[in-house]
């Protein structure tokens, strides 16, 4: 009897492997294929002769149609993640969550690659996807599941982790029109544009952690098996365990210091990396480090030359692209700084507020705090009162991310990188009735 139960779990997990292995497989082959046929055939997927001469006369500020666009497509696609399109951050960004963690890195390279397939397939412009717009929220969809620290590791939530990233694709899309097109008709005198940023990712991700919660596969974890995972999972459902004492005559959680623990300088610089590293769902401080120097890098190594407003050429090699929005030709490589000042501000802001300290030493309240300055210092020139207005919404978001994560946690799904959405749309919008703050080139006032 035991042995055919042996058989039975044996067989069970072949199929389960077998799952895995086939979906790995066919997603390879869409990726491959769909690649190679949107770089070197961009007329394959194209229905009508209109729609052809579109995608033929499209002039990518990346394109090669060589090889070479491969790269592109990948690596911008994952540095566009912190928002910023730039070949060395993406390899560097890539290095550090493969040091991190192997898996977290292969569905990094996948997911990007079945976005960008995605949008070959339905036709989206060429330069769109060299550029990696196609690619950074189908990347963190796909992280979130398989490789991601809220739910299984399986073959259930691979399958989840392959069909977000194609889901995100078109969700991107559809943000953009509403966020950039629906905002400036009638002219620039009658309205703004700004980015979708990462509201593809969590809109996809929300909808199918909470669709997934009805399955009948082992998507969530019942009982986390680590320490780093019971964070996670108290960070997910928002609530405070039953383990934690309360503050006398309140409802609030007095905060659990682990044992011979205190802040040094060094535990909060650890932190401070972790929380830039976060933002892939991985926490680990020498990511954090990969991190900074690629935003602090981040040369565009685009074919040609540019020419700003003022007339000025630049050669598309040494364009900054921490800057691109308002000043390509500025030399303020400061992506890494920002990030640095983002997650400090949200630990800071975390331990004035007393959170759990172990969430604050994993960087669970810096990463999207990371996403908002640099999002308001990138997309916004760099003036003083733009960097006052910066750290402002950085504390803001440090308000508002315990709030999601108690909101959201109620269903038991993560806040994710709704915190940073949502603050960062909130003061873009609010800058077209501040005269002391000046736009980017097309972002915020028309």
Known sequence: ????????????????????????????????????????????????????????SSP??????????????LINGISEVPLLSSPVNGILILAGVFLASRKAGIMMIIAGLIGAGTAFVLGADYDLVTFGLFGYNSILTGMAFWSGPFTKSNGATFVLSILGAMFTAVVWCAFAHVMGDWFVMGGPAAGWAIPAFTGPFIFTTWVMMLASKRYGHA??????LTERGNIYLEFASGVTPHSHTLLPDSINPAQKIPKNFRWTAGEFMKAVLKGISQVTFVADWRTGIFWVVGLSLTFEL??????????????RIFTNAYTTQWNPASMLFLGGVVALIGSAIGLSMGILQKLPVEELKEGIHGFNQVLVMIALTSFLPYTMINLFYAVLATVACSI?????????????????????????????????????IPAGLGWGKP
């Open 400 to 436: 508002i991310t315990p709030a999601m994560q108690n909101f959201f946690g109620r269903w038991g799904v993560p806040a994710l990188t709704g915190p940073f959405v949502f603050t960062a749309w909130v003061f873009l919008w609010a800058i077209t009735g501040f005269e002391h």
């Open 60 to 73: 990518p500020s990346y394109s090669t149609r060589t090889a070479l666009d491969f790269l592109y497509i």
């Open 1 to 56: 009897m035991f042995g055919k139960i042996r058989k039975s779990e044996n067989s069970s997990l072949y199929r389960k492997n077998d799952l895995k292995m086939k979906t790995l497989n066919l997603a390879i082959i869409f990726a491959a294929v769909s690649m190679f046929l949107g770089i070197f055939v961009p007329d394959a997927f194209a229905q009508t002769e209109e729609l052809k001469k579109t995608i033929s």
């Open 302 to 315: 685009a074919p040609g030359t540019y020419i700003t407003p003022e007339g000025v050429e630049v050669s």
């Open 219 to 224: 998507i969530w974890p019942s009982v986390a």
